[in-house]
């Protein structure tokens, strides 16, 4: 279940408001993140 709700969060994104998924890196996170640090790498992912 919990695969299948990631895979919905990234095919539709508008569906699930509130944080949305991005890119630290290489590392897919779900963001934006809190600390400075992490915010000033955070990018949004668009698929």
Known sequence: MFLEETA???EYP???PGY????IGSMLVW?????PDE????EPWHG
Do not use: I, N, S, V
Request: proline share 16%.
């Open 20 to 23: 949305g998924p991005g890119l």
């Open 31 to 35: 963001g934006p993140p809190l600390t």
């Open 8 to 10: 919905d969060r990234l």
């Open 14 to 16: 508008k569906l699930f």
């Open 39 to 42: 915010k000033a790498l955070w």
